[in-house]
DNA sequence: TTCTTATTTTACCGACCGGTCGGTAGACAA
DNA sequence: TTGTCTACCGACCGGTCGGTAAAATAAGAA
């Protein structure tokens, strides 16, 4: 047994349930061991949380920044970033709607800790219409705004999607970008 | 004290902490009665949230709903409505948060129950997406997955709008509104 | 083999949880 | 005066919470 493998099934848990609902002991049931042995392995409910939120965060923003640091148009870079983004939620659903929906658990101090990694994703976001925006391919009031609408249309896919419903990830980031990009209005 | 009082207060502290970390303590101590006082008003805490659920979802249905029922073009009316949820959100920010994020919280049972008051809202939107398309105005691959797309957008803010910030609810509205009728690439 | 370290277990703690109990105070009516 | 109602209270219930201490076991290294 490993730090990773009661990460693993914690999220999971905390998925199913919510981070206050998961008792310590459900994790250790999950993982077949006994409740104090997790600590052993973290010091407490918190650090479980703390450390996967960071994973989660870790992981996004490294996967998305590689889209990122293609050299491509503005439009279809956002295409392929909302694409991986999409696709890494779908991947990893678990650690995802830990991170979406749980971050509201951490305590005062973690949670500090905490804000600044998610500032510097939404960055990635902003930083991408901006680009668009100078290179003449976008138009924006302003690009914070947009980034947020951006983030708030694909986080809210886990409340919803299912991977057994009737599109997969890649068919709802290519209608959403569409949608983004060219508008609900026809022409 | 009634149960409109204990349900303002509840929506408060549920915001706040969450269904499972408020605790009836919490809520007593919130409206000076003891803890026991609350069951006779209520059942038991579900009954709290359950109440919160169906109040919140009323509340929104009708506001939206006399916009939607306006003779307008259906990108009119999209902004206009638009505008109304979003301002509801805002003038009820802690009963959207409970709704919006809380509702996972309910027992299956009543789960269940809320399910298709839920989906009847999110009707709404759909059909407002339709009428569009039906009227011309609107193209689109997928009405529901476009009506989705719009109530993440919107719904999100609650996880980052705060009424003190630089944008009033309306310049949000407007500007998501803009946004999703006519795109984000430059033309 | 023995010593050391890493891992897990058993047994336990105080605090708090949602919820129930019997009972009380006051308003109103018969 | 008596009975009934609403609203509320203090005390308490069994159970679970996150967390701790110390003993037992497993795993390597010498």
Chains 1, 2 share one sequence.
């Not at 923003?61 to 909302?82: C, G, N, Y």
């Not at 995802?96 to 305590?107: G, I, K």
């Not at 960055?123 to 690009?143: K, N």
Request: glycine residues 4%; proline residues 2%; negative net charge.
């Amino acid at each position: 047994m490993n730090r990773e493998m009661i990460l693993e099934a914690s999220a999971q848990i905390i998925r199913q349930k919510g981070y206050h609902a998961a008792s310590m002991q459900d994790i250790a049931d999950a993982v077949k061991l006994q409740k104090a042995s997790l600590y052993h392995h973290f010091s407490s409910k918190q650090d479980i949380l703390l450390a996967l939120l960071d994973q989660a965060l870790d992981l996004l923003i490294e996967r998305v920044s590689v889209v990122l640091s293609r050299e491509l148009p503005a439009d279809e870079k956002l295409r392929q970033a909302m694409r991986e983004y999409l696709g890494c939620l779908e991947e990893h659903a678990a650690l995802a709607s830990v991170l979406l929906l749980e971050h509201r658990s951490l305590n005062p101090e973690y949670h500090d800790r905490h804000i600044p990694r998610r500032d510097r994703f939404e960055r990635l976001w902003r930083d991408l219409i901006q680009e668009g925006v100078d290179s003449g391919l976008f138009h924006t009031a302003d690009p914070a705004m947009t980034a947020r609408a951006l983030l708030g249309v694909m986080n809210w896919t886990i409340t919803w999607y299912r991977s057994d419903g009737r599109y997969s990830s890649g068919q709802i980031s290519d209608n959403f970008s569409a949608l983004f990009l060219d508008g609900l209005r026809e022409r």
